[in-house]
């Protein structure tokens, strides 16, 4: 059983950075692929970035490629999403989860967190 703890959420104005936080515990967290999504009120749970295991290849969403950096630390057990170029409609709960698959759909992850808010202002 993973547990996963996101933190790092928070408001910032548009064009501001903010850089998420996922720490591990539980399980063998170089086993696992990780990804980050996102909801929006009123919207489904939507694909953000995901990493595989080794750190090796890394896959994302068209609407924030090039915007946003997903990286990982197997020694601490921690997976990052630095967010840079922030807009309003980047605004949702975002969650990060641990899948054995390297995917960008939602139901192939076995182990989610809490998820944290990011309001981003106009």
């Known amino acids: 059983q993973v547990q996963l703890v996101e933190s790092g959420g928070g408001l910032v104005q548009a064009g501001g950075s903010l850089r998420l936080s996922c720490a591990a515990s539980?399980?063998?967290?170089?086993?696992?692929?990780m990804g980050w999504f996102r909801q929006a009120p009123g919207k489904e749970r939507e694909f953000v970035a995901t990493i595989r295991w080794s750190g090796t290849s890394t896959l994302y969403a068209d609407s924030v490629k090039g915007r946003f950096t997903i990286s990982r630390d197997n020694a601490k057990n921690t997976v990052y999403l630095q967010m840079n170029s922030l807009k309003p409609e980047d605004t949702a709960v975002y969650y990060c989860?641990?899948?054995?698959?390297?995917?960008?759909?939602?139901?192939?992850?076995?182990?989610w967190g809490q998820g944290t808010q990011v309001t981003v202002s106009s």
């Open positions: 539980g399980g063998t967290f170089s086993n696992y692929n």
């Open positions: 989860a641990a899948s054995r698959y390297y995917s960008d759909s939602k139901s192939g992850y076995t182990y």
